[in-house]
């Protein structure tokens, strides 16, 4: 029961690893609010833990404020947030038109920064707080066909170091998770794109020293290891959980 006394504040928690995270938290004894663009989503996720759902869009700073406050009123301070919502989906670079980019900017590392600045603030007065940024291998090694998002993942990987570096003298710790391939929605709507989809899919699983996708299990395994007083002593990090895929 390693976060009976914590508020756990979960974003893209509707399906895949937000979900496995929310149900890890939740197991240890965590209230969690179950936050989602999809509400009706987050709603089902919720009721199977007896958690709270809130509908959430990272992209627009009111919708931020308001599911904080709201996550606040009913379940009290957060003090370990996982900012996992994210979005994939290119084509090669140069065929990504400005918009795309833009698009993944604003969920995959703008929106990162709006969840992170409401609750930071509090997490700080209170010395007490846990931030788990969900990046990518992606964003250490680069990959093909996914351009942007690898840049936006370097992104949450650099605003992970420097918001440690400024919060660590005051009881806040600032992790990231870079997941290689792992077996959920974002990867299944890869695989559907047809012959270039499962191509795409196996060069993923190639790219595994383990030779297999992972479980969104195995990645909440490790953002719940960062969230935990298990971890008092990192931060910073980047833990890489991809088969072994990155190795740094
Ligand atoms: N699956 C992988 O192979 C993989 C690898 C590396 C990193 N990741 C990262 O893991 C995280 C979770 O992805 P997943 O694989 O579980 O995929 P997923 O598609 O199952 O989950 C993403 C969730 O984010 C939500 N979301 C999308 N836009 C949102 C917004 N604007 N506001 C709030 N929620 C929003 C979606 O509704 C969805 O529930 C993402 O940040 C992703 O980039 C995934």
């Given at each position: 029961?390693?976060?009976?006394?914590?508020?756990?504040?979960?974003?893209?928690?509707?399906?895949?690893?937000?979900?496995?995270?929310?149900?890890?938290?939740?197991?240890?004894?965590?209230?969690?609010?179950?936050?989602?663009i999809?509400?009706?989503?987050?709603?089902a996720?919720?009721?199977?833990?007896g958690?709270?759902?809130?509908?959430?869009?990272?992209?627009?700073?009111?919708?931020?404020a308001?599911?904080?406050?709201?996550?606040?009123?009913?379940?009290?301070?957060?003090?370990?947030?996982?900012?996992?919502?994210?979005?994939?989906?290119?084509?090669?670079f140069?065929q990504?038109?400005?918009?795309?980019?833009?698009?993944?900017?604003?969920?995959?590392?703008?929106?990162?920064?709006?969840?992170?600045?409401?609750?930071?603030?509090?997490?700080?007065?209170?010395?007490?707080?846990?931030?788990?940024?969900?990046?990518?291998?992606?964003?250490?090694?680069?990959?093909?066909?996914?351009?942007?998002?690898?840049?936006?993942?370097?992104?949450?990987?650099?605003?992970?170091?420097?918001?440690?570096?400024?919060?660590?003298?005051?009881?806040?710790?600032?992790?990231?998770?870079?997941?290689?391939?792992?077996?959920?929605?974002?990867?299944?709507?890869?695989?559907?794109?047809?012959?270039?989809?499962?191509?795409?899919?196996?060069?993923?699983?190639?790219?595994?020293?383990?030779?297999?996708?992972?479980?969104?299990?195995?990645?909440?395994?490790?953002?719940a290891?960062?969230a935990?007083?298990?971890?008092?002593?990192?931060t910073?990090?980047?833990?890489?959980?991809?088969?072994?895929?990155?190795?740094?």
């Open positions: 029961m390693r976060f009976e006394g914590d508020v756990a504040l979960v974003t893209g928690a509707a399906g895949g690893i937000g979900a496995a995270t929310c149900a890890r938290l939740a197991a240890e004894g965590a209230r969690v609010a179950v936050c989602d999809d509400g009706a989503a987050a709603a996720v919720a009721a199977d833990l958690a709270l759902a809130l509908e959430l869009d990272v992209r627009s700073d009111e919708s931020v308001a599911a904080v406050a709201a996550a606040e009123a009913e379940l009290g301070p957060v003090t370990v947030a996982v900012n996992n919502a994210g979005i994939a989906g290119e084509l090669f140069g990504t038109p400005p918009e795309r980019w833009d698009e993944l900017i604003a969920v995959n590392l703008r929106g990162v920064l709006a969840v992170s600045h409401v609750l930071v603030g509090g997490m700080r007065e209170r010395g007490r707080g846990a931030i788990v940024n969900v990046a990518s291998e992606a964003g250490r090694v680069g990959s093909q066909l996914s351009v942007v998002y690898s840049a936006t993942k370097a992104g949450v990987i650099g605003f992970t170091k420097a918001l440690a570096r400024e919060n660590a003298r005051h009881g806040v710790r600032v992790n990231a998770v870079a997941p290689g391939p792992v077996d959920t929605a974002m990867v299944r709507s890869a695989g559907a794109l047809g012959e270039i989809g499962e191509r795409l899919v196996a060069g993923m699983v190639d790219s595994t020293a383990m030779r297999r996708l992972g479980e969104p299990d195995e990645v909440a395994a490790a953002i290891w960062l935990s007083g298990e971890a008092s002593y990192v910073g990090e980047t833990v890489g959980v991809s088969g072994g895929l990155g190795m740094m």
